[in-house]
């Protein structure tokens, strides 16, 4: 087994240019934040990674995990063509909300809409990076650009604060094709935080997940089940 250690301030220092442009649509913060990089590392993370590195799991800290992390890593291999990122679908309204503006000027749409049918957004606390694929996509790399990242927020008048997470989703709402979407029980969010706050009557819709969770996340410090 091989640990190797990263120093924060050198990946900032390689992210920040990549990622400048897009911080100021998906930070929390109204300005870019030099510091705020490093919640995009999964976006960049093949330009930063040495060439030799071909996949990585990528895990938030607030994870309890039921399995063994090798049969996540097992899911690289059911990727279909053209995808480049394994990620779970956000399992809170948090979208619909974010995306109402353009929800309403396209009524028909399936953005924002629960699962199965409509594209709910995906949620990073659960990454698996393919920086193989990441690297020789095209497409995702033009998307990185940010006269790409600036039509997109402006069609889908997005703004957000969930770093990565927001990206991943407007990308996804674009090109679903870029992602192999994990099982909910892969990624098995337990806040509730949009129930309380206006979106109690669709909420289960997004929150409901079949089958024995593999991750539990603890996201917005929501205590995980004891064994």
Not at 62 to 77: A, Q, V
Not at 104 to 112: I, L, S
Not at 158 to 173: C, N, P, S, Y
């Amino acid at each position: 087994c091989q640990v190797i250690v990263h120093d924060v301030n050198e990946l900032t220092e390689k992210l920040f240019p990549i990622v400048e442009a897009m911080q100021k649509h998906f930070s929390a913060g109204s300005g870019t934040y030099y510091s705020d990089s490093i919640f995009f590392l999964s976006v960049a993370m093949h330009r930063i990674m040495p060439k030799e590195i071909t996949r990585i799991i990528q895990v938030d800290l607030d994870l309890k995990y039921k399995t063994n992390i090798r049969d996540l890593f097992d899911e690289f291999d059911n990727f279909p063509e053209g995808a480049v990122i394994g990620i779970a679908r956000e399992m809170q309204p948090v979208y619909r909300h974010t995306f109402w503006q353009y929800r309403r000027e396209n009524p028909q749409t399936k953005v924002g809409e629960p699962p199965p049918d409509g594209l709910p957004g995906f949620n990073s606390g659960v990454l698996l990076l393919n920086l193989e694929a990441m690297r020789q996509s095209k497409l995702y790399n033009q998307l990185l650009e940010p006269t790409m990242v600036q039509k997109l927020t402006e069609k889908y008048h997005f703004k957000g604060h969930l770093g990565d997470q927001d990206f991943f989703t407007m990308v996804g709402m674009e090109h679903p094709e870029l992602f192999h979407v994990l099982d909910c029980t892969w990624n098995r969010q337990l806040c509730t935080w949009w129930r309380d706050h206006g979106y109690s009557d669709v909420f289960d819709q997004y929150f409901h997940c079949e089958g024995e969770v593999r991750i539990y996340h603890g996201n917005c410090n929501t205590p995980i089940p004891e064994d």
